[in-house]
C-alpha cells in the first residue's frame, strides 16, 4: 500500500495524475482547439476506362491573433445564407451581428444579434439571441484557413449542438472574410 501511495505521489508531482479542481483553459488554448477541428487531409487516385484521375485536398487552420479593428468584416458561410458583420466601435471593442438561414429551408434569413461581445487572442465569445428573445453563449475563433495553398481569413465556430441544413447534419461552420 506504502508503494501505491508513493507512486501516486510522484505521479501527482510530475504532472501525470490530473489535479484536483478546475482547469482554467485560456482564450488562446480555446482558439487553438477551434483551428484543429478544421483540418482535412485527403488524397483520391482513380483509374477508370484507361482514365487517371487524382485528387489531393489539404485544409488547415491556425488561430489568428490581431488586433481587433483588423477583424472588422463581413463573413459568410461558402454557399449558405450563414452571414456575420464584424464593427470595430470607436471604444475599441467589436460589435457583431448576424444573419442565419431559415429553419424551414425556405431560403429566407433571419437577423440574429450579438451582446457582450469580447475578444482576447483571437477568441470570440458573445451573447447570441434570436429574433423570438432566446439568448445563448455564442463562441467561435478567428482563423487563417489554408486549403491547398491559398490563405483566407476567417471565423470558425463548433456548434453547441448539431445543426441539420438542406440535408446535411453540421457540427462546425468557417464563415470566410469576405473582400
Same mark, same amino acid.
Request: proline share 5%.
Given at each position: 500500500? #506504502?508503494?501505491?501511495?508513493? *507512486?501516486?505521489?510522484?505521479?501527482?508531482? =510530475?504532472? &501525470?495524475?490530473?489535479?484536483?479542481?478546475? /482547469?482554467?483553459?485560456?482564450?488562446?488554448?480555446?482558439?487553438?482547439?477551434?483551428? $484543429?477541428?478544421? =483540418?482535412?487531409? #485527403?488524397? #483520391? *487516385?482513380? !483509374?477508370?476506362?484507361?482514365?487517371?484521375?487524382?485528387?489531393?485536398?489539404?485544409?488547415?487552420?491556425?488561430?489568428?491573433? %490581431?488586433?481587433? @479593428?483588423?477583424?472588422?468584416?463581413?463573413?459568410?458561410?461558402?454557399?449558405? @445564407?450563414? &452571414?456575420?458583420?464584424?464593427? @470595430?466601435? $470607436? $471604444?475599441?471593442?467589436?460589435?457583431? %451581428?448576424?444573419? *442565419?438561414?431559415? @429553419?424551414?429551408?425556405?431560403? $429566407? %434569413?433571419?437577423?440574429? &444579434? =450579438?451582446?457582450?461581445?469580447?475578444?482576447?487572442?483571437?477568441?470570440?465569445? %458573445?451573447?447570441?439571441? !434570436?429574433?423570438?428573445?432566446?439568448?445563448?453563449?455564442?463562441?467561435?475563433?478567428?482563423?487563417? /484557413?489554408?486549403?491547398?495553398?491559398?490563405?483566407? /481569413?476567417?471565423?470558425?465556430?463548433?456548434?453547441?449542438?448539431?445543426?441539420?441544413?438542406?440535408?446535411?447534419?453540421?457540427?462546425?461552420?468557417?464563415? /470566410? #472574410?469576405?473582400?
Amino acid at each position: 500500500m #506504502k508503494s501505491f501511495v508513493t *507512486v501516486c505521489c510522484a505521479l501527482l508531482l =510530475f504532472g &501525470k495524475l490530473p489535479r484536483a479542481g478546475a /482547469q482554467t483553459i485560456t482564450p488562446r488554448e480555446h482558439t487553438s482547439e477551434v483551428a $484543429s477541428a478544421f =483540418f482535412k487531409e #485527403k488524397h #483520391k *487516385v482513380k !483509374d477508370k476506362k484507361g482514365t487517371h484521375t487524382e485528387v489531393h485536398v489539404s485544409m488547415s487552420s491556425q488561430p489568428w491573433v %490581431a488586433a481587433p @479593428a483588423a477583424y472588422a468584416g463581413t463573413y459568410e458561410v461558402e454557399g449558405s @445564407a450563414f &452571414k456575420l458583420t464584424v464593427e @470595430a466601435l $470607436s $471604444s475599441g471593442h467589436l460589435g457583431l %451581428a448576424g444573419v *442565419v438561414p431559415d @429553419a424551414n429551408g425556405a431560403g $429566407s %434569413a433571419r437577423p440574429v &444579434k =450579438f451582446s457582450d461581445v469580447r475578444v482576447q487572442d483571437g477568441w470570440l465569445t %458573445a451573447t447570441k439571441t !434570436d429574433e423570438s428573445g432566446v439568448a445563448q453563449p455564442f463562441t467561435a475563433a478567428f482563423l487563417l /484557413q489554408s486549403r491547398n495553398g491559398v490563405v483566407s /481569413q476567417g471565423l470558425g465556430t463548433k456548434l453547441p449542438q448539431p445543426l441539420e441544413w438542406q440535408g446535411l447534419v453540421l457540427n462546425k461552420l468557417f464563415y /470566410q #472574410k469576405q473582400k
